[in-house]
């Protein structure tokens, strides 16, 4: 069993940045994603960014080029650097743990989610 434990999130003007880190307890598998969900209020659970433990990374496309996720394998930790924030980036941002390459959290672990709000 692997637990998620978040830290960061919070209330922030538009243009504003803010940094989510998430912490990982128990034994990963070999080849593992870690990363961050997000939910907003009436739409489904999206990828936001996700990296490997190979280092590969992923972004969904609104957040290129505002979003880092960067990740340190040692610590087991993953972190995401959030740039220029936008209202419509308001959501539940939620850590995730894969065991299976490409997949969500349902192939491993989900954090207990961290709220997120971009406003004036």
């Known amino acids: 069993q692997v637990n998620l434990v978040e830290s960061g999130g919070g209330l922030v003007q538009p243009g504003g940045s803010l940094r989510l880190s998430c912490t990982a307890s128990?034994?990963?598998?070999?080849?593992?994603?870690m990363g961050w969900y997000r939910q907003a209020p009436g739409k489904k659970r999206e990828l936001v960014a996700g990296?490997?433990?190979?280092?590969?990374?992923q972004y969904e496309d609104s957040v290129k080029g505002r979003f880092i996720i960067s990740r340190n394998n040692a610590a087991k930790t993953v972190t995401l650097e959030m740039n220029s924030l936008k209202p419509e980036d308001t959501a539940v941002y939620y850590c995730?743990?894969?065991?299976?390459?490409?997949?969500?959290?349902?192939?491993?672990?989900w954090g207990q989610g961290t709220q997120v709000t971009v406003s004036s």
């Open positions: 990296v490997n433990n190979f280092g590969r990374v």
């Open positions: 995730y743990y894969s065991r299976l390459l490409g997949a969500s959290g349902d192939y491993g672990s």
């Open positions: 128990g034994i990963l598998a070999r080849t593992n994603d």
